[in-house]
Each structure stands twice: as structure tokens, then as C-alpha cells.
């Protein structure tokens, strides 16, 4: 069952074409992995998912219905997480209150089961020894782990993490990729990465985009033969 | 509320009472005066110390409570809980339709409006100088500051209305700070983007909290105008804007009892050091400078990093 497509979707920011007419389909369970060259649209068009900006045109579907108009909190509410690319988490909030903040706004104000599932994703990443350290204070690994949990929090639908292993060492790579798979049997990944180990490992499909169109869509196996995507990344002449 | 917290809140309530007992009669006064400003920089603080918007432009709603409560007593003959009352509305209404219009900043620019507006307000209680006799002011009689018998114009009963005021603005913003409601907002003024992310409403939000604010500083002006029986163009200049901002920074931006202690700080700061010098702003920049240079998070803001963590 689709949970998330656009149509036609297109955002021009001045002069630039960021995306032309993307067409995208995501079935409900699977990891799907957008990569492409720099700059070619995928922080764009993970933002127009979200509600970060308003798309030029084209539509937006999540869950069949149109989420067009919708601004960015309305969208997270129905159940959508985001994780941002450049580490974006409360410094002077604990790593606890960090994580309570996405879960308290879907559970309100029952304390005992906003703990209970804030504990549970501070387990699931690993963080839940370090609950009452300050965010600001942990390593940069451990800051992009509390993305995630934070995410994890919120129990979405569809989780849109944009580039979560970068700066991330080799063995930290390793452990998300474990985290990854784990995860993928509760919500449903749209993954933004440049680390082609992790998206060939773990994405169930690849879509590739180039100068905001959609290049190439498609299992692992068939994507890395694609020519096409062999020549955005690589210049190859074919 | 932990217990910590409760007692802490406890406490600090207690030691009011017990001052009006302790200290002279002088102090007793001065202490009703910065109890009454105290609600004043709690209002503040909930914008700025918690939400983390900086308005310049507060003292229009110091005034609107001022005003709101003082005008209806001086010509329609209110009785002074209906005045008080109207002064919370018109406080409110006035919030609300600032926050409207100024929330569509941000930063620098939300300054800029806020003043903007709080000049106007300065400005028009000076051309309705009929009503507002403007700078000059006006008193409001003692006959008009009795409610059901009691004479609030009697020190006793200032002191500890002052006292009432403020226990209930600084337990409400306790409360409220506790709540998913004001954690949001502390969420907002650590990062903005991200509590939009997170699914929260900011802007909502921060219509709130500056209604809320709003409301609690025009409470303020309402006491001040009633207990010290005197409304005046003056509580609506820029400088009683920037008077519940420095208070709150001296005190502690974002910590419960900063407010109450930043205002007595910086009261008695000019008390004592216009004892002293006729040059007593001099004296006062001068520890506004050093506490910037040595306490940059106010002196509740120091304690809380580096002695109480748990300081709310």
C-alpha cells in the first residue's frame, strides 16, 4: 500500500529549478533510499514532503490524502518524523526532555506513558545511560543517534532522515545500519545518503534524482548497473 | 512540580511574608513597590526568559493595565474588581492584536515593531491627555481604592496585596513553565526550527505566550495603578519597556525567582546609590556592566549553573 507519493512536484527557488515534476511513490514498510549528486534536490524535496516550504506545484499525498497546503506541524501530526541533515537537537535540553518533546506532543500530558516511551527509544539507540546529560554535551555520533530517537519518539508513519551517518565514524556506521534494520519493521524510511555501503545494504529500492528529476528508480542490483547513474556520478561517457 | 521545587517556591513565598514583619516601615513600602514591578518582569520573563522573544514594547501593556483599570475608576465610576477586571480584557485584547501583527517578524524586527507599537500607545495616552491628564497623570482617590471595606491605600494591606499579585503571577508562571504547554516554549527559544519539526504549532505558540505575558504585565499595571493610586503617561515610555528587561537579565532570563530578585536588585541598587551620588545611574551602570562582564545569565541564571541545577 503507497503511504506517500508526489505528483508533478516542482519548486523553483528564484531563477533555480530545485525539482521538475517529480513523480514519487513510497510503499508503506520499506526503506527507501534517494540519493543523487550534490545539489541535486533531495534535501529539497524531503523539505516540500515536510511542509518546510511551499512547493511551486504538484502535490503532495501522505496517507491518500492530499497534504498540499498543510503546513509543516499539521504534517509532522499525522505522522511524520524528520531528522535534519545538519544536527539540529536542543543543546541545553536534556537527551531525556530532547526525545519527551516529540513524544509528549502526540501523547499530551500523561507522564508515566511519555516516559515509557521515551525510555524506549533511548534504548533502541542506545542512549538511555546518558537520559540526563545535556544534549550539547554528547559527541557528535551520539547527537545524530538522538536525531533518531527523537524521530523514534514520535512514532511516525514515515521517518525522513536526511543524511544520518554523516561524520559518523566507520563502527558508528556499522551500528546504524543494525539500528536501521530494526527499525524498518515499525515505520517506514525515506533515507537521504551519500554512503553507498549503507544504501546498498540496507534500501529495499533507490531513487536516484538528478537536477530535481528522478533519474533512475529501482532495487539496489539494478540501480548500481544503471548507465545513466553511472554517468551523474561519475562523468562516465556512455 | 518536584518537591525541591515546590519548597523552593514555598520558601520564597514565606521570606515575603516575614519581611513585612522584620523590616522597617520605609522597606516595607519599597518592597510592595518591587512585589507589584516583580509581576511586571515574571510577565517578562515568560516572553523573553522562556519563549525567547525579545519585545521592547512592554510597557504598552503595563499601561493598558494601568490604564484599563484607572480610567474606568477616574470617569464611568467603576467599582475597582470590575476596573481590574476591564484592565485584564483590555490587556489581553491589546496582547493578543500586537502578537497578531508582530509575530509575523522575528528577531531584530520584532524588536523594532514591538517599540513601534508601544510608542504609538506612548503617544496616544499623551493625545487623549483629557482623559490621561498624559505626563502629569492623575491620582485615584483613596474612596476609590476600598473594596468591601478595606482600605488598600493602608501600607499593611498594600504589602500583602502586592504579596497576593505576585504569588499568584509567579505560581502561575510556575505552573505553566511545568506544563507540556510551557515546555514547548522553551523548546521554541532553544530551537525554533526544531520544535516546528517536532509537530508543535510554533506560532501558535508564541501568540500565546505574548497574550499571556501581555495579560500579566497589564495585571501589573492594574495593581501598580490601584495600590500606589496614581496612573501617568510615564509607565507608558520606552523606558518602563526597557525597565522589566533589564530586571529579568539581572535576575536570571528563564528561572522562576529571577524576575522578583533582578527587580529588588536593581531597586535598591538606585536606592542605595542615590544615597550616595547624585550621580546614581552612574552607579548603576557600573553594576549592570560587571554583571554582564562576570554573570552573564543574571544572578538566579549564575546559581542555577553553577551551584543548583535543578533551579526551575
Known amino acids: ?238 | 512540580m518536584t518537591v525541591r521545587e515546590g519548597l523552593l517556591h514555598f520558601v520564597l513565598l514565606g521570606i515575603l511574608v516575614l519581611l513585612f514583619f522584620v523590616v522597617s516601615d520605609y522597606h516595607d513600602g519599597n518592597w510592595a513597590r518591587i512585589m507589584v514591578l516583580a509581576v511586571y518582569a515574571v510577565g517578562y520573563n515568560l516572553l523573553f526568559g522562556y519563549t525567547g522573544l525579545l519585545s521592547l514594547g512592554h510597557a504598552l501593556f503595563f499601561a493598558t493595565g494601568m490604564y484599563g483599570l484607572a480610567l474606568p475608576i477616574q470617569h464611568l465610576g467603576f467599582a475597582p474588581v470590575p476596573a481590574f477586571l476591564s484592565a485584564l480584557v483590555c490587556a489581553a485584547v491589546v496582547s493578543s492584536a500586537v502578537g497578531f501583527l508582530a509575530l509575523r517578524t522575528s528577531g531584530v524586527a520584532f524588536m523594532i515593531v514591538t517599540l513601534m507599537f508601544a510608542q504609538a500607545g506612548f503617544l496616544l495616552s499623551l493625545y487623549a491627555g483629557r482623559y490621561t491628564r498624559g505626563d502629569e497623570g492623575f491620582v485615584i482617590p483613596q474612596s476609590a481604592r476600598i473594596i468591601a471595606g478595606i482600605d488598600f491605600s493602608d501600607p499593611t494591606i498594600r504589602y500583602f496585596a502586592a504579596f497576593f499579585v505576585f504569588a499568584a503571577a509567579y505560581l502561575l508562571i510556575a505552573w505553566l513553565i511545568r506544563t507540556p504547554f510551557g515546555k514547548c516554549l522553551v523548546a521554541i527559544r532553544e530551537n525554533e526550527d526544531r520544535a516546528r519539526m517536532l509537530g508543535y504549532d510554533v506560532h501558535f505558540h508564541k501568540l500565546v505566550a505574548v497574550i499571556l505575558s501581555g495579560t500579566v504585565s497589564g495585571a501589573a499595571g492594574a495593581a501598580y495603578a490601584f495600590l500606589f493610586g496614581y496612573a501617568g503617561a510615564t509607565f507608558a515610555s520606552v523606558q518602563y519597556s526597557i525597565l522589566p528587561l533589564l530586571w529579568v537579565l539581572l535576575g536570571g532570563a528563564g528561572t522562576t525567582i529571577g524576575p522578583l530578585i533582578g527587580t529588588a536588585f536593581a531597586f535598591y541598587l538606585i536606592d542605595f546609590s542615590s544615597d550616595l551620588t547624585t550621580a546614581h545611574l552612574l552607579v548603576v551602570g557600573l553594576a549592570i556592566v560587571l554583571l554582564t562582564l562576570f554573570a552573564p545569565l543574571g544572578l538566579a541564571g549564575e546559581v542555577r549553573k553553577r551551584i543548583v541545577g535543578w533551579l526551575p
Open chain 1, 1 to 238: 500500500m503507497t503511504l506517500l507519493s508526489t505528483r508533478q512536484l516542482s519548486k523553483s527557488f528564484g531563477g533555480l529549478q530545485a525539482l521538475r515534476n517529480v513523480d514519487f511513490d513510497l510503499e508503506r514498510g520499506r526503506i527507501r533510499a534517494l540519493i543523487g549528486p550534490n545539489g541535486a534536490g533531495k534535501s529539497t524535496f524531503v523539505g516540500a514532503v515536510c511542509g518546510r516550504f511551499r512547493v511551486t506545484s504538484g502535490n503532495v499525498i501522505f496517507n491518500g490524502n492530499d497534504i498540499t497546503r498543510l503546513p509543516a506541524h499539521h504534517r509532522i501530526g499525522l505522522g511524520i518524523a524528520y531528522s535534519f541533515q545538519i544536527t539540529s537537537v536542543f543543546d541545553r535540553l536534556t537527551v531525556h526532555e530532547n526525545v519527551a518533546l516529540g513524544v509528549r506532543r502526540h501523547l499530551k500530558a500523561n507522564q508515566e506513558r511519555v516516559n515509557k516511551q521515551v525510555c524506549a527509544a533511548l534504548d533502541k539507540t542506545g542512549l538511555r545511560n546518558r537520559a540526563d546529560q545535556l544534549a550539547g554535551d554528547l559527541s557528535y555520533g551520539h547527537q545524530r543517534l538522538l536525531e533518531i530517537a527523537m524521530g523514534l519518539g514520535q512514532n511516525p508513519q514515515l521517518f525522513i532522515m536526511d543524511e544520518p551517518t554523516q561524520g559518523l565514524a566507520e563502527s558508528e556506521v556499522d551500528a546504524f545500519q543494525d539500528l536501521l534494520q530494526t527499525l524498518c519493521q515499525e515505520t517506514t524510511i525515506l533515507l537521504i545518503e551519500h554512503n553507498m555501503k549503507v544504501v546498498m545494504d540496507c534500501a529495499d529500492d533507490i531513487t536516484v534524482l538528478n537536477f530535481g528529476e528522478v533519474l533512475a528508480e529501482g532495487p539496489p542490483a539494478k540501480i548500481q548497473k544503471n548507465e545513466k547513474v553511472q554517468h551523474a556520478y561519475f562523468g562516465t561517457q556512455t
